[in-house]
C-alpha cells in the first residue's frame, strides 16, 4: 500500500521546537518533491516548505523563514520539518505530500500522495 505517515506532532510551548516526520511506505521519495502543508481550523490550507528531488532544493513561506527547515533522510525515506522558535499562530494540523518529477513550489493538487497529517498546537 503507497501511502505517506506524518508523526511527531503535539503540544509544545511558545518558543519551543517540535520536529514532524513525513515517512513514506510502499514506494521510495527519491524521485517526488515533497511540501508540507498545513491548516488550522477556519482558516485555508497554506503551503509552508517545500524540498524539491535531486539536487534537494528547498522553499518556504515568508512567514516560516528562518525558523522553519525542511529535509529529508534517503535511507529512511523519509522528511522532516524542523520548527524553530514556535508561535500560537502556527497551531495547525501539518501536512505531507508528495509531488513525482516536480520541483518547488507545489499547489496541493499538483501531488499525487497526500498524508493524513499530525497536529500542531503551540500554546503555554
Known amino acids: 500500500q503507497l501511502q505517506l505517515v506524518e508523526s511527531g506532532g503535539g503540544l509544545v510551548q511558545p518558543g519551543g521546537s517540535l520536529r514532524v516526520s513525513c515517512a513514506a511506505s510502499?514506494?521510495?521519495?527519491?524521485?517526488?518533491?515533497i511540501t508540507w502543508f498545513r491548516q488550522a481550523p477556519g482558516k485555508e490550507r497554506e503551503g509552508v516548505a517545500c524540498i524539491s528531488r535531486g539536487n534537494g532544493d528547498t522553499y518556504y513561506v515568508d512567514s516560516v523563514k528562518g525558523r522553519f527547515t525542511i529535509s529529508r533522510d534517503y535511507a529512511k525515506n523519509t522528511v522532516y520539518l524542523q520548527m524553530n522558535n514556535l508561535k500560537p499562530e502556527v497551531t495547525a494540523k501539518y501536512y505531507c505530500?508528495?509531488?513525482?518529477?516536480?520541483?518547488?513550489?507545489?499547489?496541493?493538487?499538483?501531488?499525487?500522495?497526500w498524508g493524513q497529517g499530525t497536529q500542531v498546537t503551540v500554546s503555554s
Open positions: 510502499g514506494f521510495t521519495l527519491n524521485s517526488y518533491a
Open positions: 505530500a508528495a509531488a513525482l518529477w516536480s520541483t518547488c513550489p507545489l499547489g496541493w493538487a499538483s501531488h499525487h500522495y
